[in-house]
């Protein structure tokens, strides 16, 4: 196996520790900080499987999560709404560096589920377009 077909099973790996902390009731702060801290890693390894998907199966290069968001658009992979959701996705992330402000991190983690929803769709497309 190669490492274009291996990494969407890495990558649905993160995303599945990730779902386990989106949807709780009253989370507690460190059950929050680490959805939030799941949702980073979750948001690399899914734009790192896409970059690599990209430039395997579609030969375009994208050396930045928003580049290859766009290549993903791009390529068909989603439509431009869905584009412009993970264009969000990606600001979150790098707003993630603030989560120690209580209530950006309150208002991050409201958030997380629909992240969630969107970073598998992203993922089972690629997988779908390997298999």
């Given at each position: 196996?190669?490492?274009?077909?291996?990494?969407?099973g890495?990558?649905?790996?993160?995303?599945?520790?990730f779902?386990?902390?989106?949807?709780?009731?009253?989370?507690?702060?460190?059950?929050r900080?680490?959805?939030?801290?799941?949702?980073?890693?979750?948001?690399?390894?899914?734009?790192?499987?896409?970059?690599?998907?990209?430039?395997?199966?579609?030969?375009?290069?994208?050396?930045?999560?928003?580049?290859?968001?766009?290549?993903?658009?791009k390529?068909?992979?989603?439509?431009?709404?869905t584009?412009?959701?993970?264009?969000?996705?990606?600001?979150?992330?790098?707003?993630?560096v603030?989560?120690?402000?209580e209530?950006?991190?309150?208002?991050?983690y409201?958030?997380?589920?629909?992240?969630?929803?969107?970073?598998r769709?992203?993922?089972m497309?690629i997988?779908?377009?390997i298999?």
């Open positions: 196996m190669d490492r274009v077909e291996e990494l969407p890495f990558a649905l790996k993160a995303l599945i520790t779902e386990k902390l989106v949807n709780l009731p009253s989370p507690s702060d460190v059950e900080d680490a959805a939030i801290q799941r949702f980073e890693y979750t948001f690399e390894t899914a734009w790192k499987t896409a970059q690599v998907y990209l430039a395997d199966r579609e030969l375009l290069e994208s050396a930045s999560p928003k580049g290859v968001i766009r290549g993903c658009f390529a068909g992979i989603f439509d431009e709404e584009a412009e959701k993970i264009m969000g996705i990606a600001n979150d992330r790098n707003l993630t603030h989560t120690y402000k209530e950006f991190a309150i208002q991050l409201s958030r997380l589920s629909h992240h969630a929803a969107l970073l769709r992203w993922l497309e997988q779908k377009r298999t």
